[in-house]
């Protein structure tokens, strides 16, 4: 069983929304920091955003900072993004990570969800 699933990425054209979903099982989901990541073609993964497990205090990327929002729902075990005002730069797969009580290690990564922005 994988323990977070990814969904909600697709073809949306530059100023449009997105939201990803990040369900997860088989976890104690509110014991864990979850984040989320990008990878676009030919770049390294890079930190998008991050809710922490205790507070929900968020944090983002400067690049995405005014324009995506992160979310945790912890009755439903999902973590969300959700993404405005998007840029064909925002181009990525798209993948979420939860880290027990906000370690520096994630425990577990998903398998990612494409995203594309068209200009």
């Known amino acids: 069983q994988v323990p977070l699933v990814e969904s909600g990425g697709g073809l949306v054209q530059a100023g449009g929304s997105l939201r990803l979903s990040c369900a997860a099982s088989?976890?104690?989901?509110?014991?864990?920091?979850m984040a989320w990541y990008r990878q676009a073609p030919g770049k390294e993964r890079e930190f998008v955003a991050l809710?922490?497990?205790?507070?929900?205090?968020?944090y983002y990327a400067d690049s995405v900072k005014g324009r995506f929002t992160i979310s945790r729902d912890n009755a439903k075990n999902t973590v969300y993004l959700q993404m405005n005002s998007l840029k064909p730069e925002d181009t990525a797969v798209y993948y979420c990570?939860?880290?027990?009580?906000?370690?520096?290690?994630?425990?577990?990564w998903g398998q990612g969800t494409q995203v594309t922005v068209s200009s």
């Open positions: 809710i922490t497990w205790i507070s929900g205090t968020t």
């Open positions: 088989g976890l104690t989901f509110s014991s864990y920091t």
């Open positions: 990570a939860a880290s027990l009580r906000g370690t520096s290690d994630y425990n577990y």
